[in-house]
């Protein structure tokens, strides 16, 4: 049963992932799609990345104490100004846990 | 013309591509430690052999869904609620893969099905990076690189919670899911380089809090979608970029 599990488990996301890469699938993506497509990658990671930030023990947090806001702040500016990814990914994350660290 | 062409390859071998996608996804791959020993370890505690357990991560790899999946299996909830979940939470790997269609449909079989199985948030964020900073067509070492890298460590991760069992330490009060943040941003920020693109990230950004606050399921593929049309709608009404 497990096993069984594993396996439909393991279709459908494999499915999921694999549909749309598939050359023979007859679908031609109109320009109107391909332009809301080209907003996936901003759209999506932003919707991954701001409950991280913005929800602490499942609620609303917008104070200085929020490690994680403070942090995204830095990052984002760092972002802005120096459009280097790495550098921007260590230097705050360097910081969250200097602030956790020091709290 | 042949030296433009060169030019146009950013990198000089197969495996420093490799190496570019590895790195640009080993935060992503650092954040996802934690997870990963927890799905190994939540497995074994609903009941799974280690083997099993193993080979869900190894052939499953999907970090929410396994991790939901383990949780179900040990409430003793049937085979349907199972898979109709997974369906729900796998659903924005059908964007991902749309997204993707057009660089990867092109290339031979063995690429689709390699690069289509490691289709995870973290490579898909490392292609959209790199498709930002380059301007090119996918290079599909680098995002093999990034995929199987990221997809050893959530194994090693996986095999390490199987081992540990049920004495591993409180890994949430870690924070280090703000790794993910700090990698998305610095994913995000520089490609909002016009208005709609701001507009649809304020939109998922703002979406996606009350999503989570509410408990909304499937909130973060809503949340994408809105702020994906509020970006199309956006352009289209101000005739952006034409």
């Known amino acids: 049963m497990i096993t069984l599990t594993i396996l439909l488990m393991a279709a459908i996301i494999f499915c999921s992932r694999y549909l749309f890469l598939e050359p023979r699938l007859p679908l031609k993506l109109s320009s109107n799609t391909l332009k809301f497509l080209s907003y996936s990658a901003p759209a999506v990671l932003s919707a991954i990345w701001a409950p991280i930030v913005f929800i602490q023990q499942h609620e609303l947090s917008i104070s200085l104490d929020n490690h994680y806001l403070i942090s995204a702040v830095v990052a984002i500016i760092l972002a802005i100004t120096t459009r280097k990814t790495l550098l921007t990914t260590v230097v705050s994350m360097a910081l969250f846990f200097l602030l956790r660290f020091y709290q | ?242």
Request: with cysteine; net charge positive; aromatic share 8%.
């Open chain 2, 1 to 242: 013309m042949s030296s433009q062409k060169s030019s146009e390859k950013p990198y000089s071998s197969h495996w420093k591509a490799w190496l570019a996608g590895a790195l640009a996804v080993m935060p992503l791959s650092i954040a996802v430690i934690p997870w990963g020993i927890l799905a190994g370890s939540l497995a074994l505690d609903a009941g799974l052999s280690p083997f099993e357990s193993q080979a869900m991560s190894a052939i499953v790899f999907a970090g929410a869904a396994q991790l939901v999946a383990v949780g179900m299996i040990k409430a003793g909830i049937g085979l349907t609620s199972i898979l109709i979940t997974t369906l729900l939470i796998t659903s924005r790997h059908l964007l991902y893969s749309m997204a993707m269609r057009a660089q990867i449909s092109p290339l031979p079989l063995k690429w689709r099905l390699s690069l289509g199985f490691l289709l995870t948030d973290e490579l898909f964020a490392i292609i959209a990076k790199n498709k930002d900073q380059a301007n090119q067509p996918l290079n599909p070492w680098y995002a093999l690189g990034g995929g199987l890298s990221f997809y050893l460590t959530w194994n090693i991760a996986s095999a390490a919670g199987i081992l540990i069992g049920h004495n591993i330490p409180n890994l949430e009060s870690w924070g280090l899911d703000f790794a993910i943040a700090a990698t998305f941003i610095a994913i995000v920020t520089p490609q909002i380089n016009r208005p709609s693109i701001l507009i649809c990230v304020l939109v998922s950004l703002v979406c996606s809090v009350v999503c989570e606050l509410f408990q909304v399921p499937s909130g973060l593929l809503i949340a994408s979608l809105l702020g994906m049309a509020c970006g199309t709608l956006y352009a289209k009404a101000t005739g952006e970029g034409k």
